[in-house]
């Protein structure tokens, strides 16, 4: 049955099997690939995107409940790469083999979104599910404070799509293997 939603800020309708889920629809149908497929079952962050301006799984949400919803991927974060986490990931080098950081960073800008100075332990609480296995979470703690450093100088903003400089390169954050 066809659905209705909003991705990117643009209405898109998909008319796939009811259950399919989200990641499939984003990355197969509409061919948004920066969102990653990691575990498939709501345990690794890879997928996460933002469902109505909340950090989300996208693999284990079912299109049928997508009637309606906004979805914002990491391609539609900021229209060039200027958001201040995506900002602060690059100054930061955050990403080592790449494959998780687009969920680190959905999440990330959700966390700042509702908490624009995050302690460290907003931080480890907010981003405990999104998983690393190259380790760079020392690095992403940083490039939270960084980001949200900026984000106060009214220097991206955390909280919305930013249109600042876009020296950051976009192929590295919106599909950081390139899958
Ligand atoms: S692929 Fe969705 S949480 Fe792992
Ligand atoms: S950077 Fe390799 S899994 Fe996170």
Not at 120 to 148: E, F, P, V
Not at 153 to 166: I, M, V
Not at 167 to 178: E, K, N
Request: overall charge neutral; glycine content about 10%.
């Amino acid at each position: 049955m066809p659905v209705t939603f909003k991705v990117n800020g643009k209405s898109t309708t998909v008319d796939v099997a009811d259950d399919t889920p989200l990641l499939w629809v984003l990355r197969d149908v509409l061919d948004l690939k920066g969102t990653k497929y990691g575990c498939g079952i709501a345990q690794c962050g890879a997928c996460t995107v933002h469902i109505d301006g909340v950090a989300s799984r996208s693999c284990n949400r079912p299109i049928s409940e997508m009637g309606g919803a906004e979805v914002v991927t990491i391609e539609g974060l900021s229209p060039d790469g200027s958001h201040a986490v995506q900002r602060a990931w690059v100054e930061l080098d955050v990403p080592q083999c790449g494959y998780c950081q687009a969920g680190q960073i959905m999440s990330a800008a959700s966390l700042l979104a509702r908490t624009p100075k995050p302690t460290d332990t907003d931080i480890d609480r907010a981003m405990n599910g999104n998983i690393c296995r190259c380790a760079t979470y020392l690095r992403i703690r940083q490039a939270i404070h960084r980001a949200a450093t900026m984000a106060a100088a009214n220097d991206g903003g955390a909280g919305r799509r930013g249109t600042g400089d876009a020296d950051a390169p976009r192929s590295l954050l919106t599909s950081p293997t390139g899958a």
